[in-house]
């Protein structure tokens, strides 16, 4: 009934997977490649976590 009041985790994911995105394209743009695989190896989680979610 009232489950427009629930949290959407995977709007909530989906944020977080956009921000590290962003943050991995500003340190590939610094030079930073090291950081730059790091980051985009946690968005990739971060991703796996999402396609997880809407199968279920």
Same mark, same amino acid.
């Given at each position: 009934?009232?489950?427009?009041?629930?949290?959407?985790? &995977?709007?909530?994911?989906?944020?977080?997977?956009?921000?590290?995105?962003?943050?991995?394209?500003?340190?590939?743009?610094?030079?930073? &490649?090291?950081? %730059?695989?790091? &980051?985009?190896?946690?968005?990739?989680?971060? %991703?796996?976590? &999402?396609?997880?979610?809407?199968?279920?």
């Amino acid at each position: 009934m009232f489950s427009f009041l629930k949290p959407n985790p &995977i709007k909530k994911l989906q944020k977080q997977y956009d921000a590290k995105l962003e943050q991995a394209m500003k340190a590939q743009r610094n030079g930073d &490649i090291r950081g %730059y695989s790091e &980051i985009t190896a946690e968005a990739e989680k971060l %991703y796996q976590e &999402i396609q997880n979610l809407q199968k279920a």
